[in-house]
């Protein structure tokens, strides 16, 4: 698998279509030979640490004061992955993943206009 | 027969929110300043936004991605995060320029403080954006915009030399003040080509689902329309240039550019004016700020779309919601909307490289868009005019500044 072109950075979609995020870390075993990819993640902190390590860990902290570090970040095995064109789709549902909580929180804090319904 | 209704509204439309604060302040203060002879800026600058909106509108219907989720596929999050936070920046800035010249055009017709109709302005942005779909946004706003026209007729009527426009098509060095002159180039080629555009425009056509097959649908509406659009805005610095210019009015507020409209619509002019930056401006806001919910939920793989119920992006939503309120925040702060416009529009030839050129790259990268590629024609060309831009405004806006 060419991991940069296939996996990383791709739209991650749950298995009925809907946006779980973007694959932010791609975890490869490296005591195999040749390495394998045995799996990705998703979620802000591990995104920020990319970037730098101490904005992951600021992120993090984030994450904590906000509530919603709960089973982050998302971690989902190669042997999940149902497609991978042109977006990655797993066999997941979005109201299992923390996106869900996050979604939650937003909806109790915008009000319950038109829109809204 | 549908594909002909949509390129009509898409022309017309593209016509109506062509111009906005950044178009308006920028040719109003060259036309007063140096004649006619900036309108190769406007020219160029609307050559290279109909070939980039042509682009995006392509990479979209070609890929069924957007501009913000293509670059970060293509160039990760390392890269992607120079040009995201740059133009999130910008756009917040501009969208407080935009809501600040609104503001102004209702104090023209109220005589209020234009400061008092920052809150309700946002308000009902936020009203349109939260309980209304990408149609009224895009079509209603723009042919409400159509009011703009005005600067073209305006112009039309007070008869100008047709072989001086003909001559200032094409680049010449002025004959005083020559930093204010590349910095209003600059800012003209900012105001008309605004990266926010780009993505707005892709993300639109996935909002409208265009298809491959319509590709010759979205080549003519980008041509055609901002061709058209391009003519507005050149209806504005010649405008300025027929009646600002001879008074020796440089107009430093938006009251001042107003007098513009005086020798051809008499007491109509106030009031006309009001209406043309007053929807000109809101729309752009309008569309600043549900691009910023795009580009947000696009780089982060959120759920996003006007047309989706809000309880199913919700992080989308809190994202326009969020970059809207520090708007607002900046505009109650009292910050002059015309200084902040041109300071933004020259800032954003700064960041446009970063912009600019990774599109290009997606453009010829078959990945994205399969046998729909660009030609080197337009590669070099667009190239060139983003890093020429992008070089001069990091030379002329500190001499500009410093100037005062």
Known sequence: MDVMRDLADKLVLDRNGREIGRVDRVL?????????????EVGPAVLATR???????????????????????????????????????????????????????IQQALPRLRGAA | ????????????????GFVEAGSISTAAQAGSEFGFQLLWAIAIATLMLAMLVEMSGRLSAVSKRSMAAAVRERFGIEFQIIPFTAELAIDTLLLAAEIGGAAIAIKLLSGVQWQ??????????WAILWCCGFGV??????????????????????????DSIVASLVPSVPQHDSVRYAFLAVSIVGATVSPYLLNFYSSGSLEEKMA?????????????????????????????????????????????????????FHKWAVPLFAAA???????????????????????????????????????????????LATALL????????????LLSVALTVVIMPFVVLPFLALMNDPRYVKKHGSGPIGNVLLAVLTLVGGLMAIVVIPLEVLGG
């Not at chain 2, 649908?217 to 055609?224: A, E, G, I, Q």
């Not at chain 2, 505009?331 to 416009?341: A, I």
Request: with cysteine; charged share 15%.
């Open chain 1, 51 to 105: 970037l730098s390590p101490l904005l992951g860990r600021w992120v993090a902290g984030l994450e904590r004061a906000l509530g919603i570090e709960c089973d982050r970040p998302l971690r989902i095995d190669v042997a999940e992955i149902i497609d991978r064109a042109p977006h990655v789709r797993v066999d997941r549902l979005f109201s299992d993943t923390p996106a869900r909580l996050v979604e939650d929180k």
């Open chain 2, 212 to 264: 491959e097959e319509e590709l010759w649908v979205n080549r003519v509406t980008s041509y055609v329309g901002m061709c058209f659009g391009g003519v507005v805005s050149m209806g504005v610095l010649v405008t300025s240039a027929l009646v600002l210019q001879p008074q020796h009015i440089v107009p430093d507020s938006y009251e001042q550019a107003a007098l513009m409209f005086v020798p051809v």
């Open chain 2, 330 to 341: 900046v505009g109650v702060l009292g910050f002059d909307p015309l200084r902040l416009t």
């Open chain 2, 1 to 16: 027969m549908s594909a002909i209704f949509d390129l009509v509204l898409g022309i017309v439309t593209s016509i109506g």
């Open chain 2, 277 to 323: 930056l007053g929807i000109g401006c809101f729309g752009a806001a309008v569309e600043l700020a549900l691009n910023a919910g795009y580009v947000c939920s696009q780089v982060f793989g959120w759920s996003w779309g006007a047309n989706r119920p809000r309880r199913d992006a919700a992080r989308f939503s809190a994202a326009f919601t969020l970059v």
């Open chain 2, 137 to 162: 946004v895009e079509y209603g706003i723009g042919l409400l915009g159509l009011v703009t026209l005005s600067f073209v007729y305006s112009a039309w009527r007070l008869q100008p030399a047709t």
């Open chain 2, 116 to 125: 008092w109709w920052v809150i309700p302005l946002g308000g009902l942005a």
């Open chain 1, 28 to 40: 490869v075993n490296m005591s195999t030979s040749p390495p394998r990819v045995v799996g990705f």
